[in-house]
């Protein structure tokens, strides 16, 4: 089990009430579980409902900088002081 520190943005860091928490897990889908367990508002707005595990199409994480869409998905492995970002998606002016 890794402990990885998740980023928070947007409405997702307004739920939680804080912009980082440090979390484990051996992979991405792991921590994400942990974190919509702790927070369960946050399910809806980060996985799709259904039989498979997939997340909302507008939602994006990135591991150390890199968008997990370009490594393994949510089965990425992670390791002790990786760092998850989590962005919804923002509109402004």
């Known amino acids: ?8 943005f947007a409405n997702l ?8 928490l440090t ?4 992979t ?3 921590v994400l579980f942990s974190l919509t367990e702790q927070y369960p508002p946050l399910n809806e707005l ?3 409902t259904g039989e ?9 994480v990135f591991l150390n900088g890199n968008n997990i ?4 998905g949510l089965a990425t492995v ?9 962005f919804p998606p923002v509109s402004g002016g």
């Open 1 to 8: 089990m890794a402990n990885v520190k998740v980023k928070l």
């Open 13 to 20: 860091r307004e739920i939680v009430q804080t912009s980082s």
């Open 23 to 26: 979390l484990t897990g051996h």
């Open 28 to 30: 991405v889908k792991d």
């Open 46 to 48: 980060i996985f799709e």
């Open 52 to 60: 498979d595990v997939k997340l909302c199409g507008y939602i994006n």
């Open 69 to 72: 869409k370009h490594m393994e």
């Open 78 to 86: 992670l390791n002790d002081d990786d760092e998850l970002g989590v």
